[in-house]
């Protein structure tokens, strides 16, 4: 089925976002927030493995309220 395909696609691109912004932390700048990061990233990877395992909506919609929260506070943060 097509759909499901490219819903795993997605999901798998999203894990590929996901892993590569964990991947860019450099906790020796800031160590805290790097960890708080982490810690949000791995929810996030967890979130998207049981949402494409189950093929069901609440643990894509819990990752993507995490990550549009995080890019709201990043976008704040740059605007001051």
Known sequence: DR???TKAQMLDHALQIV???KASLD???A????ENLSALYDFVTERLVSASVT?????L???T???RELG???RAAHAK
């Open 61 to 63: 919609d819990q990752a």
């Open 72 to 74: 709201e506070a990043f």
């Open 31 to 34: 160590p805290v927030l790097c």
């Open 19 to 21: 892993v590569e912004l």
């Open 65 to 67: 309220r995490v990550m």
């Open 27 to 29: 906790p020796s700048a």
């Open 3 to 5: 759909d499901v395909k």
């Open 55 to 59: 093929l069901t909506l609440p643990p």
